[in-house]
């Protein structure tokens, strides 16, 4: 019966199955960085990078955009 709602529709478009592979790809690429973040090698050239110190920098043009934005 699953298989009968996942099927294309008489126009050919099958909208459904597209967005189940689409957030399925999303939600494995989440997993797979938050697995490789977590590595503890990978944390550690991640702060000899400076990536917080990007992260801060990038931070107040985020905040005037938000407030363009809610104008």
Do not use: C, H, W
Not at 19 to 48: C, D, E, H, K
Request: no cysteine; proline share 3%.
């Amino acid at each position: 019966m699953a298989v009968k709602t996942l099927e294309t529709t008489g126009n050919g478009s099958s909208d459904g199955k597209d967005t189940l592979y689409m957030l399925g790809g999303v939600a494995l690429i989440v997993f797979g960085t938050g697995l490789i973040l977590s590595n503890p090698f990978v944390r550690r050239y991640m702060s000899q990078l400076g990536v917080s110190n990007l992260a801060q920098a990038v931070m107040p043009d985020v905040e005037r955009y938000f407030k363009l934005r809610a104008m």
